[in-house]
C-alpha cells in the first residue's frame, strides 16, 4: 500500500477519515464511484487494491495488472471525475539531469500527462504523472486508453532514465 502522507498536510492525515464526518449523499457517492472503478478495471482485466479514504481523497486505489502495480486510481471529494497516475523519484545527481529531465516532460505531453515535480528531499525530484478522466465519459474503454498512454510514457521515462 502507498504511503500518501506526502500529498497531505501530516496532522489531518494522522486524524485520518474516520474523524471526517460526511453526509449519507457523500458516502453513496463513494461506494457508486467505487462500484464504477472495480466494474471498470474488471472488464479490462485489472484489480484495484489497497482501498484508501481521507478527508481529501474519496478513493484511492492501487492499480495490477497480473501481479504488478501498473499505477494508481484516485478521486477527490469534490473532483468531478477520477485520476490515474504514478509517483517517481529520480537522483538530480544523474548525468546529464536537465536534459532528461526535458525529455520526460516532452515523452509525458505526447500522451496528454499532466507532470507535477517536487523536491522531497534534497538531491531528489519527485516526479507525480497524472491523467483526468471526467467521470461523464469514465467507462472500461477510456481507463483502459489512459493507463495504456501512461504505460508508455513510463517506459519510455524508463528508457531515458537508464540511456
Known amino acids: 500500500m502507498r504511503d500518501l502522507s506526502r500529498y497531505f498536510n501530516n496532522d489531518r492525515w494522522k486524524r485520518g477519515f474516520n474523524?471526517?464526518?460526511?453526509?449519507?449523499?457523500?458516502?453513496?457517492?463513494?461506494?457508486?464511484?467505487?462500484?464504477?472503478?472495480?466494474?471498470?478495471?474488471?472488464?479490462?482485466?485489472?484489480?484495484?487494491?489497497?482501498?484508501?479514504?481521507?478527508?481529501?481523497?474519496?478513493?484511492?486505489?492501487?492499480?495490477y495488472k497480473g501481479e504488478d502495480n501498473i499505477c494508481y486510481l484516485s478521486k477527490g471529494w469534490g473532483d468531478p471525475g477520477f485520476r490515474i497516475g504514478e509517483y517517481i523519484e529520480i537522483d538530480k545527481d544523474i548525468s546529464n539531469f536537465k536534459n532528461r529531465f526535458y525529455r520526460i516532460l516532452n515523452t509525458c505531453s505526447k500522451n496528454l500527462i499532466s507532470v507535477g515535480a517536487s523536491e522531497p528531499e534534497p538531491g531528489k525530484i519527485g516526479i507525480s504523472l497524472e491523467i483526468g478522466l471526467y467521470q461523464q465519459g469514465f467507462n472500461e474503454e477510456v481507463l483502459k486508453e489512459a493507463i495504456d498512454s501512461l504505460e508508455d510514457s513510463l517506459q519510455g521515462i524508463r528508457i531515458i532514465l537508464e540511456s
Open 19 to 63: 474523524n471526517q464526518i460526511h453526509s449519507r449523499g457523500h458516502l453513496l457517492l463513494q461506494h457508486k464511484d467505487k462500484q464504477l472503478a472495480k466494474e471498470c478495471a474488471k472488464k479490462i482485466g485489472l484489480r484495484l487494491k489497497g482501498f484508501q479514504a481521507n478527508d481529501k481523497l474519496e478513493l484511492f486505489f492501487d492499480v
